[in-house]
């Protein structure tokens, strides 16, 4: 709701609008009413609050106002508690028992429960799947004072609360037994985006029970003094998001069944201690963010899973390796999944992973123990070493060491046969070879990390150089983009929707064919065709030019397809032979070379004046001017077929001559 004001006048002091509306903080809204005021303001003056407080006078139905009190032992008849009220169950001494019906969905802020000076017991239940509970505020379990046990039942039910939810909240010291406060799930959901907090102060006090698949979703800390989660077939998730959550693992009697990871804060997830068949009796899922071994051992009960989803990482630390599965248990890395071994000395297991990284701050070997495959990249930084076992062959798709992509081919140490050796991340005294997609054609362009047509990784065989014959496939998601430092190639093949790129004045030179069946987008880039010996052909499909040369001693021709150039066309050496087809030219034309235009013909149709310039005299079969800005030459020129002033003002420098033959 918009905040009005009221407006003084600046002469009387009187007030010009007499309004009112609400002011918000947090959880609590008060109504508020603006005054007349004696000076050039207003006073302001709160007049009730929305967020109020609500007692359950009686143990009854959640949404019956019998069951509710404005005050603490005071009458029924209260409205049914709404978001932003404060519900109070057990408070007194008198016993509580309140319902969540079926098919309800009931809300407040905070929910308090028991009474810390009396051994009352307070119980929520929710009735089935469908009876949920929302909440903005924390759920504040006191323990209470006598051996009773206060409860929140969920059951099938969802009780989902911003805030915190806390067991046991005391403010003096007992340890005595007996003193129990409950929350049990079967099949239902608790989802908490604070903390959860055992403050029990012996075992017993703080329980958390499933006697199904439940799920536990706690997006802040996890804390335990002492407490007892039973899981039964449950699952719990840590789902931070601005977070770094320490997972409580063998800490008084917490125990998990599947324990799950979608930690997408900057520090992710990290265990405070070993993982066995013990403490977590299900599966370990890294969906989404970081879980970090805490340099801990993982060992999941016989036939349960580990597994890492596209996009998430896995870091292991210290001198850990990785999870161990027993009894048909498996473990599945997702293709773009992260894996770090980022501790001291590590051994990696042969493992099918997604993305593999290994990593040290000082220097460190990270011995492979068999052959292994990583199906996206493999990267090696810092002071860590890829030690190959002898005699074996790993494989990967791309390879970045030190933070710098690498090409293609056979990779290894300096014992090994690869064709690229280096002491420095593969070590001085394995024969392992890791071979990084051996399996593609030199020149074909895979994009695995950018669109960054100088990058030695987003090729098979590195960056091309003028013997490179490439190819650009339209599969790769990144497709070829050619910034300032240019690019080289020898043949260049753009598939079938497939795009090459040149995002500036930038040049690109070919030294053999240009054949294009896809797109080709040449910003303000010059493409130089530079030959020298011999013909090369050029075939652009329906894609255009912004600046060619041709600068090679050799022949320049077109193949099947007319070409339009939207700056200059420079013939500075050889032939450029049209091959009969037709030159759509839209700058200057420079031809200090051998023009053969066959039976095609050129069109001249910029937007400004252009030039005919060059030490050559030009011998046009046709020739088409359509340009109100003129074409100016500087040179001799022949037209031997029709010359065709359609928009244009031809002039021509002094001595300079036109000639032409009209066909009849």
């Not at 002091?13 to 809204?29: C, L, M, V």
């Not at 063998?250 to 403490?279: D, V, W």
């Not at 493999?378 to 933070?403: F, H, Q, V, W, Y």
């Not at 001017?625 to 500087?634: E, F, L, P, Q």
């Amino acid at each position: 709701m918009k905040n009005p004001y009221l407006r003084m006048n600046q002469k009387t002091n009187t007030p010009a609008i007499f309004t009112f509306g609400y002011y918000s903080s947090g959880w609590k809204s008060i109504l508020y009413v603006f005054l007349i005021s004696m000076g050039n303001g207003f006073l302001f003056i709160p007049t009730s609050v929305f967020g109020a407080n609500r007692y359950a006078i009686t143990s009854g139905p959640w949404n019956s106002t019998s069951t509710w009190s404005a005050t603490s032992g005071g009458s029924s008849g209260a409205s049914i508690p709404l978001a932003g009220d404060d519900v109070f169950i057990g408070e007194g001494v008198l016993d509580r028992i309140v319902t969540i019906p079926t098919a309800y969905a009931a809300a407040c802020a905070s929910l308090t429960m028991g009474n810390l000076a009396a051994p009352t017991i307070a119980t929520l239940n929710f009735t089935s799947s469908t009876s949920t509970l929302t909440m903005t505020g924390d759920v504040i379990m006191n323990r209470p004072n006598g051996n009773v046990t206060s409860t929140i039942a969920i059951g099938a039910g969802s009780l989902i609360t911003t805030g915190d939810v806390e067991l046991s909240h005391h403010t003096v010291l007992n340890t005595a037994s007996g003193k129990v406060t409950k929350i049990t799930i079967s099949t239902g959901n608790l989802t908490i985006g604070g903390d959860l907090i055992f403050s029990g102060q012996i075992l017993g006090q703080s329980q958390f029970v499933f006697s199904g698949a439940g799920v536990l979703k706690i997006a802040g800390m996890f804390t335990v003094a002492f407490g007892t989660l039973t899981p039964s077939t449950s699952t719990t998730n840590f789902n931070g998001t601005t977070v770094a959550q320490i997972i409580p693992i063998g800490i008084s009697a917490i125990k998990y069944n599947n324990l799950t990871f979608n930690n997408t804060s900057a520090g992710g997830a990290t265990l405070s201690g070993p993982i066995t068949a013990t403490n977590v009796t299900g599966n370990l899922s890294v969906v989404s963010g970081t879980l970090n071994n805490g340099g801990f051992a993982i060992a999941l009960a016989s036939t349960k899973n580990f597994s890492v989803t596209n996009g998430a990482t896995f870091n292991l630390t210290g001198t850990s390796t990785m999870v161990v599965v027993s009894g048909g248990g498996t473990k599945t890395f997702g293709a773009t999944s992260f894996t770090k071994y980022s501790g001291a000395a590590q051994s990696v297991t042969a493992e099918s992973y997604g993305n593999l990284l290994l990593s040290s701050s000082t220097a460190s070997n990270k011995t492979f123990a068999a052959a292994t495959t990583i199906i996206s990249n493999l990267s090696i930084s810092g002071s860590a070493k890829a030690i190959l076992p002898n005699g074996s062959i790993s494989t990967a798709l791309t390879l970045t060491l030190g933070g710098v992509n690498q090409p293609t081919g056979s990779w290894g140490g300096t014992l090994s046969a690869a064709t690229n050796k280096s002491a420095t991340w593969f070590g001085t005294t394995t024969t392992g070879i890791l071979n990084v997609n051996t399996s593609c054609t030199a020149g074909t362009w895979i994009g695995s990390f950018s669109t960054d047509w100088n990058d030695d990784g987003n090729w098979c065989g590195g960056v091309p150089t003028s013997t490179t014959n490439v190819i650009i496939p339209s599969a790769p998601a990144n497709q070829p983009v050619i910034g300032a430092a240019g690019g080289l190639a020898q043949n260049i093949t753009i598939d079938a929707s497939a795009t090459l790129t040149i995002s500036g004045a930038y040049t690109l030179t070919v030294s053999g064919n240009w054949t294009n069946n896809g797109t080709f987008t040449p910003g303000t880039s010059i493409v130089n065709f530079n030959l020298a010996s011999g013909t090369q052909t050029v075939n652009n499909g329906t894609s255009q030019f912004y600046k060619l040369t041709h600068s090679g001693a050799g022949t320049l021709q077109l193949l099947t397809n007319d070409i339009t150039i939207n700056s200059e066309l420079v013939n500075s050496a050889g032939i450029l032979n049209a091959n009969n087809l037709d030159i759509t030219v839209k700058g200057s034309w420079s031809n200090s070379a051998t023009f053969t235009a066959g039976t095609g013909t050129v069109f001249f149709t910029g937007t400004s004046s252009q030039n005919i310039t060059g030490t050559s005299i030009n011998s046009f079969n046709n020739l088409t001017i359509n340009n109100t800005g003129g074409v100016t030459s500087g040179s001799d020129f022949t037209v031997n077929g029709i010359l065709n002033l359609q928009s244009a003002n031809p002039s021509s420098t002094a001595g300079s001559t036109w000639r032409w033959g009209l066909k009849r």
